[in-house]
C-alpha cells in the first residue's frame, strides 16, 4: 500500500469512529440537542469534512476550470443535498463508503499495474567498467558501443553484447518467464535485463543503452495504456454524456415534481440526491480499463508482451493464424537429413566430395554441408582443392585431388550428360558427381520446432478457425511441413511481397474474422504490419520484432499464441461481465430511486457496493493462469 493510500485509511478510521459515536449518541440521545439545528449539522461536518473535504475540492476546482460533470461533482451535490434535506448520517455515510470504493479501487489498480510494471525491475541501475585494473560502476546511458564491461555473478546484465571471456548460466525469466536458465560462453550473444548467475563474463556491447533491449521493453510496457480497446474508448464517451444526462435528470426530478403537481420539496430533493450517487459511473470506468491491465499483466507474466488493451481486444476474435514458416515454426537451422549413396561409394564419401566442392561458399546449404562432415570428426584440406567455381543458379564444381566434383541441383549434372537418380524425399537435394560419375545426393532440410506441431493443436483447440502456412520453399517442403505439423492451408514458392498479397486477400474475405500473423519479425515486418494482429517471435531481444508485431513472444514459443487467445477471451468476458452488471444494477435502483422506493443506503451500494464487486471480478485477471 503507498503512503497516499496510507493517508487515506487513517482518515477513513478516524471518520468511521467519529461516525460511530455520532450514531450511537443519536440513537442513544445522549446528546439531547443533536436533533435540532445547528448541533446536528456541525457535529456530523466534522467526520464529513474529514473524509470528504478532498472529494470538495477536487469538485470546486474543476467547477472553475471548466470540467463541471464528474464524479466528484456528483459526490459533493448529493452529500451537500443530503445535509440541506436534513439527512445527516446519510450524506456522511455516503461520503465514508465512495471514500472506501476509491481505496479498494485505487489498491486494485495498483495491483493490475504491477503485474505489468514488475518488468521494470529488469531496468539495470549501473554497468561495471574495468579501469587500471579496478572495477568502476557507470550508468549504462555512459557506456559507448564496443565498451568491454565486467558482469559479476548475481549481477543484472545492463546492455546487450557478445561475451568475450567466462562462462555462466544466465537467468532470462524476467524477459521470458522460463525459469530454466540459459548457458553462455565466449561468442554467445548476452541481452540486458537478464540476470547473471555464477560465473563472471567479459562482454563486449553491441548497442547503446537506448538501443539495449531493456530499454525497449521499457518503451512497450509505459506505452502498453495509452493504445485502449474499442470498449475502453466507449465507456470514457459514454460516462463523458451520461453524467451530464444524469445530472440534468436529477435536477428535474428535484424541481419540476414540487412545481407541477406539488410534491414536497425535501421530498423530491432527497430522490434527486439519491438519483445521483446512483448514477456515478465508477463501476463502469475503472473495472474496463482495470481488466485489460489484468490481462495485459497474465500475459507478461508469460513473457508475452501485449502492446496495448486493443491488442489483446483484438486477440479475442482471433479466427485466422497465418505463419511464416522459417524461424517460425520450423528452427531456421538446415540440416543433412538424408545422404544417398549410389555406384558402390559410401555415405562419407559423398559427404566428403560435398564438403570440399562447398569449402569456400557462405550459403546456409554449404555452411550444413560442412558442418555435417566436421561433426563426424573430418576436417578439410584446402590443399586437395583447385579450381572451385560458382555456378549461378546451379551449383559448385571444382577439382578434388585433380579430378572434377560437382555439386548442385540435378539439371547441373543433367548439363553435363550426367545420368541422375533424382531423390524422393522432401528438401533440398544437392547431386554429387566426380569425374564424370554420379555418387549420389545429399538431403537438406529445416528442422521443425519441437513445440509447432503442439501450438497448432492448442490454436484449434482454443477455437481458431484457420491455420495458414506461408513459405519460400518448393511446393513438396513446404506441403510436407504442413502435413506434420496439421496446417489446414499452406502456400508455397512465395517472395516476401507474395505474402503481404496473400494476408491482404485473407483480410478481404467476409468469412473469414480477425487474421493474426505470426513471423520473425526480422524479414516479415511488412506482414507483420498489415494483419490484424501481428505476433512477432522475440527472438531473445531482435529490434525487429519489438518494432514491428502488437504482440511479441520473448522466447519464441509458438504454444504460448493459443495462451494470449485464452487470456484475450476471459478478458473479454470480464468486461462484458463487468457492463452488464453494472448497468443492470444502477437502470433498477434509478427508477426505484426516482419512484422513491430506494433509500440513500441502496444508492450507496448502488454506487460503491457495485463498483467494489465489478473490480474484485476484474481482478481475478492477476490471478488467471
Known sequence: MTGKQKKVLYRIIVSVVIYAVLIVAEHTNIFPYMEQFPFGLLLFLIPYIIIGWDIVYKAVRNIFHGQVFDENFLMFIATVGAFVVGEYSEGVAVMLFYQVGELFQSYAVNRSRQSITQLMDICPEYANIEEDGEIKQVDP???????????KPGERIPLDGIVIEGESMVDTSSLTGE?????????????????????????????????????????LVENASSKKAKVENFITRFARYYTPVVTIGAFLLA???????GGEWFDWLQRACIFLVISCPCALVISVPLSFFGGIGAASSLGILVKGSNYLEAAADMDTVVFDKTGTLTKGEFEVNV????????????????????????????ASIKRAYQKRGYQTDTERL???EELAGHGVSAKFDGEEVLAGNAELLKQRGIAVKESTHTGTVVYIAKGGSYKGSIVISD?????????????????????????????????AVAAQLGIDVVYTQLLPADKVKKVEKLLSDEETGKVAFVG????????LTRADIGIAMGSMGSDAAIEAADIVLMDDDTTKIAKVVAIARKTRTIVKQNIVFALGVKALILILGAFG????WEAVFADVGVSVIAIINAMRMLKFK
Open 141 to 151: 546511458d555512459d557506456v559507448e558501443v564496443g565498451s568491454i564491461i565486467v558482469i
Open 179 to 219: 525459469s530454466v536458465p540459459r548457458s553462455v560462453r565466449v561468442d554467445s550473444e548476452v541481452i540486458s535485463g537478464c540476470v547473471n548467475g555464477s560465473g563472471l563474463l567479459r562482454v563486449r556491447t553491441t548497442k547503446e543503452f537506448d538501443d539495449s533491449t531493456v530499454a525497449r521493453i521499457l518503451e
Open 255 to 261: 424541481v419540476i415534481p414540487p412545481l407541477l403537481f
Open 339 to 366: 545422404i544417398e549413396p549410389e555406384n558402390g561409394v559410401s555415405e562419407e564419401e559423398v559427404l566428403q566430395l560435398a564438403a570440399y566442392a562447398e569449402q569456400y561458399s557462405d550459403h546456409p546449404i554449404a
Open 386 to 388: 583447385s579450381e572451385v
Open 447 to 479: 528442422t521443425i520446432k519441437p513445440e509447432a506441431k503442439e501450438a497448432v493443436a492448442m490454436l484449434k483447440k482454443a477455437g481458431v478457425k484457420k491455420t495458414v502456412m506461408l513459405t519460400g520453399d518448393r511446393k513438396a517442403a513446404g506441403e
Open 520 to 527: 520473425d519479425g526480422i524479414n516479415d515486418a511488412p506482414v
Open 597 to 600: 422506493l430506494a433509500n440513500m
